[in-house]
């Protein structure tokens, strides 16, 4: 991509922070009154009740996911540790958990899942804007108007992206011109 250079520079300056998932299969539900749920002084950050999400596994067990947010410590470990570690955060934070049998696990890690947001980001993230006419940057990792969460990474979709281009209106405007040129060259014969 021309002028690509700037972006990727940009890039390399953000600095990575691993995040962990873990996929927990149990026989019996955790009693949660809500699809998620942030735990503090954990292992565990937040757990994702998929029946809740979804709808009800098929089989009539109970599928959670467990997202720990800059693990550092944990990415060094295999991951049957890493499910050892964050099935026993679990049953802490969750009585229903202590004695529900697990029947799967399924560990994923992201080691640059996201950046460390610090001071001076906002110089440091590349724009939206690229050198082709119908490309856009978009995402959490650009520089635009929101935070550098999970919530900013999603205000942020591509179409808007490519808007604030005007790539998109320009686009149009050609379409019309067009349109209407033939239009009239058919009305003129």
């Known amino acids: ?3 690509s250079q700037d972006i990727r520079l940009a890039a390399k300056k953000l600095e990575p922070i691993p ?3 873990a996929y927990v299969l149990l026989e019996r539900p955790l009693g949660t009154v809500a699809p998620w749920k942030l735990l503090l ?33 944990l990415m ?3 991951n049957t540790d890493v499910a050892d570690r964050l099935v026993a955060a679990l049953r802490d934070s969750y009585p229903a958990a202590r004695d529900a049998e697990v029947l799967d696990v399924t560990v994923v890690p992201w ?3 996201t950046f460390s947001s610090r001071v001076g980001m906002s110089t440091i993230r590349p724009g939206n804007r690229t050198s082709l ?4 940057l978009a995402g ?6 929101w935070p550098t969460t999970m919530e900013g990474a999603r205000k942020v979709p591509p179409a808007r992206s490519i808007s604030s281009t005007g790539t998109r209106r320009r686009r149009r405007a050609d379409i019309r011109r067009r349109r209407d040129e033939r239009v009239r060259g058919q009305q003129s014969r």
């Open 140 to 145: 959490d990792r650009t520089h635009n108007d």
């Open 41 to 73: 002084d954990n292992d565990i950050d937040w757990v994702f009740d998929r029946d809740r999400m979804h709808g009800p596994c098929e089989d009539g067990n109970h599928l959670y996911a467990l997202t720990s947010c800059a693990v550092y410590d």
């Open 19 to 21: 995040i962990m998932n």
């Open 1 to 3: 991509m021309p002028s």
């Open 133 to 136: 006419p119908n490309l856009a």
């Open 111 to 113: 080691p640059k899942a």
């Open 76 to 78: 060094t470990l295999k």
